[in-house]
């Protein structure tokens, strides 16, 4: 009996040993490949690795932020981030968190930017233009409660719609929402934002943290890590890599 116990104490802690073994070499692995990150972001940014020189940015018409709620609170950081990206030239950005921390700061984030304008009072015209000046950028501001109201809103007006045609005016088609009626509902209430071209999610978890589903079906996402290791470098790369993928949407 106490033969068996020594074995079982022994596999126990072969067990352990293994499992610190293994999270030792998976540390150490994502240690080595922050290091390298750094590096090449310093040489992106000072402009060595030449072929990062050639950015087409018309191809990022619409980018989105989107920020977990506890770096939101970075908005020092967040400000950088966004000089980084007026440098790179990019002209529209909408801002996300969860909370809504960004959107009850956005005075303060307008105020040390120069040449921003808020996208509710863009000239709606030109949303798809590039401004005259290199430096300007539009911002939105959206947090999850923008998209429930939305959605909210827009069930309504879809639930109005299908009691005012009363029983002997429905058809089969009108019994059933597709995607198309959504779109229009939300059109129609001022939540049909423009779709991203590309999302860049800062935070620890992998997905897009609840920014609205329907704005995001063609969209691609990129997972920047958190926000405090932003780099100029990691920005010029992500859409570096986004203007090089061939888009199918969906064909």
């Known amino acids: 009996m106490d033969f068996k116990d020594q074995t079982q104490k022994i596999g126990h802690l072969g067990v352990r040993l293994l499992w610190h073994l293994l999270h030792f070499i998976v540390s150490l692995w994502y240690f080595a490949l922050g290091i390298v990150n750094a590096i090449e972001s310093y040489l992106i940014s000072r402009g060595v690795l030449k072929r990062y020189k050639t950015l087409d940015i018309g191809k990022l018409q619409y980018l989105a ?25 990019v002209k529209r950005v909408c801002l996300y968190d969860t909370e809504g921390i960004l959107k009850k700061s956005k005075e303060s984030i307008l ?24 430096k300007h950028i539009t911002l939105e501001f959206t947090s999850s409660s923008d998209g429930k109201e939305a959605v909210a809103k827009a069930a309504n007006i879809l639930f109005m719609k299908y009691l005012q045609l009363g029983d002997y005016r429905k058809s089969e088609e009108d019994s059933f929402f597709t995607e198309a009626h959504m779109t229009e509902a939300l059109r129609a209430v001022g939540c049909r934002g423009p779709e991203p071209d590309l999302l860049l999610v800062y935070g620890p978890a992998r997905c897009h943290l609840g920014f609205p589903v329907w704005r995001i079906r063609y969209t691609e996402i990129m997972h920047m890590g958190p926000l405090k290791s932003m780099r100029s470098g990691s920005l010029i790369k992500a859409i570096y890599r986004f203007t090089m993928v061939r888009q199918n949407y969906g064909k």
């Open 65 to 89: 932020i989107v920020v977990e709620s506890e770096d939101a609170h970075q908005i020092t950081k967040v400000i950088e981030l966004l000089q980084c990206l007026m440098a790179i030239g």
């Open 111 to 134: 105020a040390r930017l120069n040449n921003a304008t808020l996208f509710e009072e863009a000239d709606e015209k030109n949303l798809l233009l590039d401004h005259d000046h290199n």
